[in-house]
């Protein structure tokens, strides 16, 4: 037996339950993976209450989590490139990550350097890939002044490190309190809020050259203002306003490869890409975890420890 969150309905956060599940077996192309981290992201709690049911509809009990890191203690028929003992980050597809043992499918997987702390490989592949995608749709490179709106979160804050990597100049969007991580990482921070127009365009006087929304809430709309084309705004958040005005919407599914996990992870082995770590907390306190997400105020990712 082993632990797993589950629930039975969509609901709010009283529904997750914490069970002792049978021990899972892998198929054949399957490791297991017992699990020492594994983030959480606010598109699980679209799914638990029910928001997401059209595009993708829960069976129940139901599972959650896609992102892991954890140690290989089992090996399933016709799988050569992995063996017991091996360290790994990866992602499930199967709504499962939040348990301490987990069936991943040996292609999902890529070492983890000693380097890479559990918490930062257990937060690595969604917020990576979705951070990994927005900056490719925008095209962001050499001469373009991009903004991030959401700049200090779980996507925001790599899609800024991204951005700048590419070598754009990044103006990041957050609270006074995380301005110093923002300079410290070379973006340029600016406060959200009332005013944030004439913000931006005073520390960008030639202009802005590309938009990626991380948190919604009108931001979509302030890139248009700014005279961002809608083909160089992503918005990973706000579909009302994509379906109204025609920006991006390109998210983790854009670049959910292997390939793009261990890129991302050799930049974080390197000290060239920062994983932030906001909190983590026991697998049994999954609830309080979701609670510190729903605030929105957190800097980068919030892990769960099986």
């Not at 699980?44 to 989590?65: D, K, M, Q, V, Y």
């Not at 002044?145 to 969007?173: D, H, K, M």
């Not at 109204?244 to 991302?264: H, N, W």
Request: avoid cysteine; charged fraction near 20%; charge should be negative.
């Amino acid at each position: 037996m082993s632990l797993a969150v589950q629930f039975d309905e969509y609901g709010d956060l009283e529904v997750l339950q914490v069970r002792e599940v049978a021990r899972p077996t892998p198929g054949a192309g399957e490791v297991l993976v017992r699990v020492r981290a594994a983030g959480i992201n606010p598109g699980e709690n679209l799914i638990r209450g029910g928001g997401l049911h059209e595009t993708w509809p829960a069976s129940f009990p139901s599972g959650e989590g896609s992102d892991l890191a954890g140690v290989i203690e089992e090996i399933g028929p016709n799988v050569s490139t992995w063996a017991v003992g091996a360290e790994v980050i990866g992602w499930v597809d199967t709504r499962a990550s939040h348990a301490e043992l987990v069936v991943v499918p040996a292609e999902h997987l890529v070492h983890r350097d000693p380097a890479v702390s559990w918490e930062m490989g257990g937060a690595l592949f969604v917020a990576g890939a979705t951070a990994h995608a927005t900056v490719r749709a925008i095209a962001a490179g050499p001469g373009d002044t991009v903004v991030v709106s959401g700049a200090a979160g779980g996507v925001g804050s790599l899609a800024v490190q991204l951005a700048r990597r590419a070598g754009a100049t990044v103006i990041g969007l957050a609270s006074a309190a995380n301005h110093d991580w923002l300079t410290g990482h070379g973006i340029i921070p600016v406060t959200y809020g009332d005013g944030v127009a004439d913000r931006i365009r005073a520390v960008a006087p030639g202009g802005v050259d590309a938009f990626i929304d991380t948190f919604g809430s009108g931001y979509v709309d302030l890139a248009l203002e700014l005279g961002v084309a809608p083909d160089r705004i992503n918005t990973i958040i706000d579909w009302e306003a994509a379906a109204r005005t025609g920006v991006k919407v390109e998210g983790s599914m854009a670049a959910s490869t292997a390939e793009v996990l261990g890129e991302l992870a050799k930049l974080v082995a390197a000290g060239e890409l920062e994983v932030p770590i906001a909190a983590t907390f026991p697998l049994t306190e999954v609830r309080a975890a979701y609670r510190e997400l729903m605030q929105r105020h957190t800097r980068g990712k919030i892990v769960l420890l099986p």
